[in-house]
């Protein structure tokens, strides 16, 4: 059984199961530079998972096999992520001199304290963060856990499509570490990740590296293609395309698309403010856009003009030299939504 912050092991693919679409990545690294091996997105079966649940991992499986075939990676190891809500995480204080086995034992102990379901259920793991800044004699301990069944079945469809899940870590944990790579000369300041994703929109508010503040809200870029279905007759696969590839009637700006980029900054403005009311926080520097909507005409500048804060569309590949097998132009419109695979696919070098 893998548990949350597995050990790494080397040239790991980075694998994002997110509703809507299996996301691939491989990285490679020659001297300080990173380069793109392979990388792909393959659409998921409706309803194959919900909310970042899956259910049906045969739909899964399948989509992944026809991406490794499309994007003929070299590795055949894998890191995934569970999505926060998925996950129980707390900072815990404890001993600093004690071994990782000894600390385990204790956790598992203490650990009726922290989960509310049964220990034989549950996937546990810790990572030490450092030395508490309230007691140097002790240190602080990131607790992490979510149910065994939710690891296997990311392990079950990876193994339909020949791969080997050796590394799970939190999505959260994926972000913060694309994030260095995408934020630029932001990273030292207080920014905003907003990743758009199809069904889901999460604020992660990330401070000198670290996200210190997330929230999730129900809502997403699926919200658009249902539009477009609506208005103009097309089936989901229809609208999906017409969304990314354009060739829309001259009423879609008007009537749809800037009826969707309205709700965005609505979304955006008021998950900041829930922010700024969670206590006495940090001032937000600037914003940083991600997933798959994050790209949408118009959609930066309208946010950027309406909460006067400067936006950033993310691109952890905008340093990274490109392989040969990689469709750069197409790499360039795919990067917003790969930042948790970018995130995973670089557990390779911890």
Same mark, same amino acid.
């Given at each position: 059984?893998?548990?949350?912050?597995?050990?790494?092991?080397?040239?790991?693919?980075?694998?994002?199961?997110?509703?809507?679409?299996?996301?691939?990545?491989?990285?490679?690294?020659?001297?300080?530079?990173?380069?793109?091996?392979?990388?792909?997105?393959?659409?998921?079966?409706?309803?194959?998972?919900?909310?970042?649940?899956?259910? +049906?991992?045969? =739909?899964?499986?399948?989509?992944?096999?026809? !991406?490794? %075939?499309? @994007?003929?990676?070299?590795?055949?190891?894998? *890191?995934?992520?569970?999505?926060?809500?998925?996950?129980?995480s707390k900072v815990i204080e404890m001993e600093a001199g004690l071994s990782d086995d000894d600390r385990e034992s204790q956790l598992k102990v203490d650990a009726d304290q922290y989960i509310p379901y049964p220990l034989d259920e549950a996937a546990i793991d810790f990572d030490v963060l450092g030395y508490s800044a309230r007691n140097p004699e002790r240190v602080d301990v990131l607790l992490a856990a979510c149910r065994k069944e939710h690891i296997e079945v990311r392990?079950?469809?990876? +193994?339909?499509? =020949?791969?080997?899940?050796?590394?799970?870590? !939190?999505? %959260?944990? @994926?972000?913060?570490?694309?994030?260095?790579? *995408?934020?630029?000369?932001?990273?030292?300041?207080?920014?905003?990740?907003?990743?758009?994703?199809?069904?889901?929109?999460?604020?992660?508010?990330?401070?000198?590296?670290?996200?210190?503040?997330?929230?999730?809200?129900?809502?997403?870029?699926?919200?658009?293609?249902?539009?477009?279905?609506?208005?103009?007759?097309?089936?989901?696969?229809?609208?999906?395309?017409?969304?990314?590839?354009?060739?829309?009637?001259?009423?879609?700006?008007?009537?749809v698309l800037q009826p969707f980029q309205e709700a965005v900054v609505q979304q955006v403005s008021r998950s900041l403010q829930l922010f700024q009311a969670s206590g006495p926080q940090r001032q937000v520097d600037s914003i940083l856009l991600a997933g798959g909507s994050a790209s949408v005409p118009g959609l930066a500048p309208l946010i950027e003009q309406r909460l006067s804060l400067p936006v950033l569309i993310a691109n952890p590949f905008a340093g990274m030299s490109i392989g040969g097998k990689v469709d750069a132009a197409a790499l360039a419109s795919e990067a917003p939504s790969l930042m948790i695979a970018c995130g995973l696919a670089l557990r390779s070098f911890d």
């Open positions: 059984m893998l548990g949350l912050f597995s050990k790494k092991a080397s040239s790991l693919l980075g694998i994002d199961i997110s509703s809507t679409s299996v996301k691939l990545l491989e990285l490679s690294r020659v001297g300080n530079r990173f380069r793109v091996e392979a990388y792909g997105v393959e659409p998921l079966p409706a309803n194959a998972v919900v909310e970042k649940n899956i259910v +049906e991992p045969e =739909g899964v499986g399948h989509a992944l096999s026809r !991406l490794l %075939a499309r @994007a003929r990676p070299g590795a055949k190891h894998a *890191a995934l992520a569970m999505a926060g809500s998925a996950v129980i392990e079950a469809a990876l +193994e339909m499509a =020949g791969l080997t899940a050796r590394v799970v870590d !939190l999505e %959260a944990c @994926a972000l913060e570490r694309s994030f260095a790579l *995408a934020a630029g000369s932001s990273v030292a300041r207080t920014v905003a990740l907003i990743d758009i994703g199809a069904t889901l929109t999460t604020l992660s508010v990330v401070h000198e590296g670290q996200i210190i503040y997330s929230r999730e809200q129900l809502f997403g870029g699926h919200q658009l293609t249902e539009h477009i279905q609506r208005r103009y007759r097309l089936s989901k696969e229809e609208a999906g395309l017409v969304k990314k590839q354009g060739g829309l009637p001259d009423d879609y700006a008007s009537e």
